[in-house]
């Protein structure tokens, strides 16, 4: 069981971006999913999940309206569009997995996921 993210970039305040998250030794459905990030010198935050049974997804309030977490079943990759990024965006963004796949938590830390991948960097400066 893999995740490995990809997409991180240097983007301008107002700009877009969408994170990729690939999946490798299970399915989409099969666990629960989410997106964190963790700014420099800050705890760990729930940013979006999905769970796996029925595709129900949760947003942090701070990214309602602007992120929108997806997936690519036949790709087995989850995907977190991000627009209007400010400064306070800056992190290195990781997936997260565990199961059941009716699992989906935005807790601070994310100790419950037991499935992470190595992160990628988003930084948004002018």
């Known amino acids: 069981v893999r995740l490995e993210e990809s997409g991180g970039d240097l983007v301008q305040p107002g700009g877009s971006l969408r994170l990729s998250c690939s999946v490798f030794g299970f399915g989409l459905d099969t666990y629960g999913l989410a997106w964190y990030r963790q700014a420099p010198g800050k705890e760990r935050e729930g940013v979006a999940c999905?769970?796996?049974?029925?595709?129900?997804?949760a947003y942090a309030d701070s990214v309602k309206g602007r992120f929108a977490l997806s997936t690519d079943s036949a790709k087995n990759t989850m995907y977190l569009q991000m627009n209007s990024l400010n400064v306070e965006d800056t992190a290195v963004y990781y997936c997260?997995?565990?199961?059941?796949?009716?699992?989906?938590?935005?807790?601070?830390?994310?100790?419950?996921?037991?499935?992470w991948g190595q992160g990628t960097t988003v930084t948004v400066s002018s």
């Open positions: 999905m769970t796996g049974n029925d595709g129900s997804i």
């Open positions: 997260a997995a565990r199961w059941p796949n009716s699992y989906c938590s935005l807790q601070s830390g994310g100790h419950e996921y037991d499935t």
